[in-house]
């Protein structure tokens, strides 16, 4: 996240960038018309001259050269049929007729005709003003061009001068303005460096704003609310301490019912609701789904036998109840009991055929936590997979800051602290708890932003 400098600042230029290019490409269009029009009444008031002058031309050539030579500008005289008569630039043999450009067919209706075009002769960009005249008795056409190539190369360099001044002042309102973002980022850090005080119950910490009477204003609020907390905590906290007491018990079985719950009753209500809204369903995935029913049920059964679980856990007083069974098919059974609750997501499960030996309920409790948890905080799939003898559960959602990796698997410890969903409360507490009484431990591997991997090893629980 940007700091507030970093923001005044990046707006500050985009917002001046953005004026700076809109102006550049409304003057560079106003200020090229406006040339481009004055060279056209240059060119005319030329070629008014030459009309005069033409009554007195014998050789038309000639006449051509020495208008370029007065006026440095390209003449190009044509015959009514669109020959070239004469050209001052080129070689008239080898030019085109000119009946079809057309500053010379706008000059048959209207005063002059004029265009600005790629001279394929010369080959650069030209302006054009024709004119159509008599010369002894018949029509012809005057027309004059000058070339744009050093009118725009003037323009640009203009541009050029006026880009390094814009730089210059962008420059200066650029450290400007970070001088004063910065002095608003002390005032900043001198409100929150004081709220984390007061976050941490000390109530006699100092607040000293320096720049900014909006910010002075709120430190003084903040100091009158704080006496009014300090007052409170004393008050509250021997209440509390009470209330507390009364109410870990009861919490920790409430979090415990809730959290482990979850999963067999919705699984247990997905295929009840699949059962009731499909009447047409075949008798073999009706009795399936009832089997399925029967088997969250009995889970649930099982669970009440462990209420206390947490409590024996934490008093070493379980008892592990060992069998023999696949863990790749346990592991596809977590994976289709959590799909009837997040039926738009998918889990992947790649885990090849393995005899072990535990306790099932215990090692299904374990797996069926660490994916809900990746489900809940990941969008993407959610991948079950066993190599070199480890169970990992990976996937791609919000990851876990550094800060968290080590508190995580503490009871009650909350990543979001606003949050009351008890899988970051309670679950991972009982996880880390049930695999360290089957020969295994917890390894969580995490980027944030990018996603988690929460594995353990079940080699000590293979099949010999």
């Known amino acids: 996240m940007l700091k507030i400098h970093q923001i005044f600042i990046l707006k500050f230029l985009l917002l001046f960038a953005t004026s700076l290019l809109i102006s550049s490409i409304i003057s560079y269009i106003a200020l090229k018309d406006i040339i481009i029009e004055h060279n056209k009444n240059h060119l005319k008031h030329a070629i008014e001259f030459m009309e005069m002058d033409l009554k007195s031309a014998d050789d038309l050539e000639n006449f051509a050269s020495e208008i370029n030579k007065r006026t440095s500008l390209r003449v190009t005289i044509v015959a009514a049929d669109g020959v070239v008569l004469a050209e001052s630039d080129a070689d ?42 008599v010369y002894k008795n018949e029509h012809i056409y005057l027309r004059l061009s000058m070339s744009l190539e050093q009118i725009m190369y003037d323009f640009y360099s203009l541009w050029t001068k006026l880009f390094f001044v814009f730089m210059g002042i962008l420059i ?11 002095k608003v980022v002390y005032d900043i850090e001198q409100i929150t460096n ?13 607040i000293k ?40 018990q009861r919490n920790d079985i409430l979090s415990a019912l809730s959290h482990e719950f979850k999963n067999p009753v919705a699984a247990i209500i997905g295929y009840a609701e699949t059962i009731e809204e499909d009447n047409n369903m075949p008798q073999s995935i009706r009795e399936k789904f009832l089997g399925k029913i029967s088997s969250n049920a009995q ?24 069998s023999e069974f696949d863990i790749s098919q346990l592991c596809s059974e977590v994976a289709l009991n959590l799909k009837s609750k997040y039926r738009d997501r998918d889990i ?47 996937d791609s959602g ?67």
């Open 92 to 133: 008239k043999k080898e030019m085109d007729n000119h009946a079809s450009r057309f500053e010379i067919m706008q000059s048959n209706s209207q005063d002059y005709g004029d265009i600005t075009r790629y001279s394929d002769t010369v080959k650069t960009d030209f302006l054009y003003i024709a004119k159509r005249v």
């Open 172 to 182: 200066l309102a650029t450290f400007i303005s970070k001088t004063m973002s910065q």
């Open 194 to 206: 004081y709220l984390d005080e007061v976050s941490n119950k000390n109530y006699k910490a100092i």
């Open 209 to 248: 704003t320096k720049y900014f009477y909006e910010f002075l204003q709120i430190s003084l609020l903040l100091k009158n609310l704080v006496k009014k907390l300090s007052k409170n905590e004393r008050k509250k906290s021997k209440h509390m301490a009470k209330l507390r007491l009364m109410n870990k």
């Open 299 to 322: 889970k649930i059964s099982k669970m009440l036998d462990r209420l206390a679980l947490s409590v024996k856990l934490e008093n070493g007083d379980l008892v592990l109840n060992k």
């Open 348 to 394: 992947r499960v790649d885990v090849g055929e393995l005899g072990v030996i535990s306790d099932k309920t215990m090692l299904e409790l374990v797996l069926d936590n660490l994916v809900d948890n990746a489900l809940k905080y990941s969008n993407g799939d959610v991948f079950i997979t066993l190599r070199e003898n480890k169970i990992s559960i990976q």
């Open 398 to 464: 919000v990851g876990i800051k550094e800060e968290h990796l080590q508190k995580i698997t503490n009871k009650f410890y909350r990543v979001d602290k606003n949050s009351w969903d008890n899988s970051m409360g309670l679950g991972l507490a009982m996880v880390t708890y049930v695999l360290k009484l089957l020969g295994s431990s917890l390894e969580i591997s995490s980027e944030f932003g990018k996603g988690s991997t929460f594995s353990f090893s079940i080699e000590s629980m293979i099949k010999s």
